[in-house]
Every structure is written in structure tokens, then in C-alpha cells.
């Protein structure tokens, strides 16, 4: 069975330039995930979407940060203008659990490391 | 909106049995509790899922109070290879909404 996938692996953008990632989740997973993980801390959930609907997006900072999963299936997630705090490691994740479910098994794609100069 | 707690980091040895707690006092109802392990470069992986009591899978336990309010990853007999980052995971209330929390991980070291 493939994993997610994610492209780029990594990207090096100059501050206030725009950027874009890219995500497949695991075949027949309804829920994606995108999380920004900052260097020695933990996960920080961005969007949540159930097929292609938004569940939660509450820490998504949406001044500068968009994501759409149009078909249900892959997604993007674009910042633009990228400031120099947004450097991270972005991480796609799928799961079959479907949104208000509650079991968390995700998995993850390697993730896009993104450094803002 | 409250956090997760785990200790920041702990250090064992090889053969040991390493005993990880998360503290998660504001855990939703219903929701599982989910330890993750995550190597660096990596994204996190799965090791063990629980809604209450004891669970047990091949490579770790999870023990949950009757409370709910704490976990306990159980990793019997750590090797090398088990130094990594390991995160638990709850959907913990907010209002009418639940969010998912991820603690900020305990950083495990398995010397030899």
C-alpha cells in the first residue's frame, strides 16, 4: 500500500514570496490533515478536512495561509506572502477515521521542509 | 485551551522497560488517546491507540485510568533504535468543538 505523499521535500523561498504544497493522501482515507511542526515541537494541526470539506481550521492563519482539497482526494496548501517565522516542517497526514470520530490513527507523509530567508 | 503535559525528555538504558505519561485533563468524551513515535527528518508514526484500561500491541502498552485524565506508554525492553521523539495525542474539548492536542513529546535516549 503506498504512503502519503508529499512534494516538494524541500523549498527555500525568500520572505514575502509565495509558496506551495502539495499532498496524496493514502488511497480511500476520507480525512486529511495538514500540521506545521517548528523545530522541537510538537505537531501544530493547521486544516483538517473531511472528503473535501473543511473541519477545522481554527489555527490556520488564513491572512496568508489557504488550503482546498477540491476532488476529496490530494490537496495543496499555499502561503502567500511567507513571513520568516513560517519556517517548519509541513506535514501531510490521512486517516479512515471520519470527522467526529475518535480514534487518531494518521500517517504521515515525510513532510516539506521550508526555510524563509 | 489546555495542553497536553509530558515530560520533556527521559534517558534509559538497553533492556530497560521506559514508562512515558501524558497528562490530558481536558480529554473529550469518547475520545482515544494516541502515542505516536517520530524519528528525526520524519513524519510521526503510529504505535498504540486506547479509549480505557489496558491495551497491548506488539511493540508497546498503553495504560489509561479510569479517569481518562492521564496515559501511560509502555515500551518493554528499549533498544538503540527506540531513541526518538514520542508524542500522545487527544481530541480535547473546546466549547462545543473538539480539537485535536499534541503534546510537545518526550524525547527518549536509549544508551547502550
Known amino acids: 500500500e503506498a504512503g502519503v505523499a508529499q512534494s516538494p521535500r524541500y523549498k527555500i523561498i525568500e520572505k514575502r514570496q509565495s509558496v506551495a504544497f502539495w499532498c496524496n493522501p493514502i488511497?480511500?482515507?476520507?480525512?486529511l490533515y495538514w500540521y506545521q511542526q517548528i523545530l522541537g515541537q510538537g505537531p501544530k494541526l493547521l486544516i483538517q478536512f473531511q472528503n473535501n470539506g473543511v473541519v477545522d481550521d481554527s489555527q490556520l492563519p488564513k491572512d496568508r495561509f489557504s488550503a482546498e482539497r477540491l476532488k476529496g482526494v490530494d490537496s495543496t496548501l499555499k502561503i502567500q506572502p511567507a513571513k520568516l517565522e513560517d519556517s517548519a516542517v509541513y506535514l501531510c497526514?490521512?486517516?479512515?477515521?471520519?470527522?467526529?470520530?475518535?480514534?487518531?490513527?494518521?500517517?504521515f507523509g515525510p513532510g516539506t521542509r521550508l526555510t524563509v530567508t | 485551551l489546555a495542553k497536553t503535559t509530558q515530560p520533556i525528555s527521559m534517558d534509559s538504558y538497553e533492556g530497560q522497560e521506559v514508562n512515558i505519561t501524558c497528562s490530558h485533563n481536558n480529554i473529550a468524551t469518547n475520545d482515544y488517546i494516541t502515542w505516536y513515535q517520530q524519528f528525526p527528518s520524519q513524519g510521526p508514526r503510529f504505535i498504540i491507540q486506547g479509549y480505557k484500561t489496558k491495551v497491548t500491541n506488539e511493540v508497546a502498552s498503553l495504560f489509561i485510568p479510569a479517569d481518562r485524565k492521564s496515559s501511560t506508554l509502555s515500551l518493554p525492553r528499549v533498544s538503540l533504535s527506540d531513541t526518538a521523539v514520542y508524542y500522545c495525542?487527544?481530541?480535547?474539548?473546546?466549547?462545543?468543538?473538539?480539537?485535536?492536542?499534541w503534546g510537545l513529546g518526550t524525547s527518549l535516549a536509549v544508551n547502550p
Open positions: 495525542l487527544v481530541g480535547e474539548r473546546d466549547g462545543n468543538n473538539r480539537k485535536l492536542i
Open positions: 497526514a490521512s486517516s479512515l477515521s471520519r470527522a467526529g470520530a475518535y480514534g487518531y490513527e494518521q500517517y
Open positions: 488511497s480511500g482515507h476520507a480525512t
